[in-house]
Antibody, heavy 123, light 112 residues
Framework: EVQLVESGGGLVQPGRSLKLSCVASGFTFNNYWMTWIRQAPGKGLEWVASITNTGGSTYYPDSVKGRFTISRDNAKSTLYLQMNSLRSEDTATYYC????????????????WGQGVMVTVSS | DVLMTQTPVSLPVSLGGQVSISCRSSQSLVHSDGNTYLHWYLQKPGQSPQLLIYRVSNRFSGVPDRFSGSGSGTDFTLKISRVEPEDLGVYYCLQSTHFPYTFGAGTKLELK
């Protein structure tokens, strides 16, 4: 059974940093790209970051580029999201997802999601 | 960025009924590799989103055949037949043809 378990959320002041983790199990982690998706309270879904299976390439939207860094440790089957210079608009539930591809550089879709972890940015 | 427009925003339904949700994109979702990367998700109250349909019309594992997806180019539809209580929630479309990936704003399926 595929499982994704996020941790590391909490309340943080604007301008500070936070690092999220996602432990994966039930599949061969180093075979899959991984992605973070977020959802602000009462709002829709927003793509945050994606990483290749080796960690060699990463992708971000402009809203977080330069502030957030996605990374992974395949030996630990763990995905990370380092969030710096946090803003109030980063307040959201952050979901870790598995990114399913047809072929290596094809576009993907997110077939399994974690339960999410809440990040609140407020003074 | 590709704008994904979902309609309606709210969709009242009777159990056992049939509904359709529309998702339109501001540009074609046909990728240069020939595939169309349009997908559908359902978020039940208090839960994480779950994948229903991938690449326009492929049902994900375990998804009942009451759910079907269709469309091409910029115009896509999710149909749900014989609606059951567990189908209630917010439906989202996602395009992953173009970076940044973008979601529709959601359609809330609720009981009449």
């Amino acid at each position: 059974e595929v499982q994704l378990v996020e941790s590391g959320g909490g309340l943080v002041q604007p301008g500070r940093s936070l690092k999220l983790s996602c432990v994966a199990s039930g599949f061969t982690f180093n075979n899959y790209w991984m992605t973070w998706i977020r959802q602000a309270p009462g709002k829709g879904l927003e793509w945050v970051a994606s990483i290749t299976n080796t960690g060699g390439s990463t992708y971000y939207p402009d809203s977080v580029k330069g502030r957030f860094t996605i990374s992974r440790d395949n030996a630990k089957s763990t995905l990370y999201l380092q969030m710096n210079s946090l803003r109030s608009e980063d307040t959201a539930t952050y979901y870790c997802t598995r990114d399913r591809k047809i072929y290596y550089y094809s576009r993907g879709y997110f077939d399994y999601w974690g339960q999410g972890v809440m990040v609140t940015v407020s003074s | 960025d590709v704008l994904m427009t979902q309609t309606p925003v709210s969709l009242p339904v009777s159990l056992g009924g049939q509904v359709s949700i529309s998702c339109r994109s501001s540009q074609s979702l046909v990728h240069s590799d020939g595939n169309t990367y349009l997908h559908w998700y359902l978020q039940k109250p208090g839960q994480s989103p779950q994948l229903l349909i991938y690449r326009v019309s492929n049902r994900f594992s375990g998804v009942p055949d009451r759910f079907s997806g269709s469309g091409s180019g910029t115009d896509f539809t999710l149909k749900i037949s014989r609606v059951e209580p567990e189908d209630l929630g917010v439906y989202y479309c996602l395009q992953s043809t173009h970076f940044p990936y973008t979601f529709g704003a959601g359609t809330k399926l609720e009981l009449k």
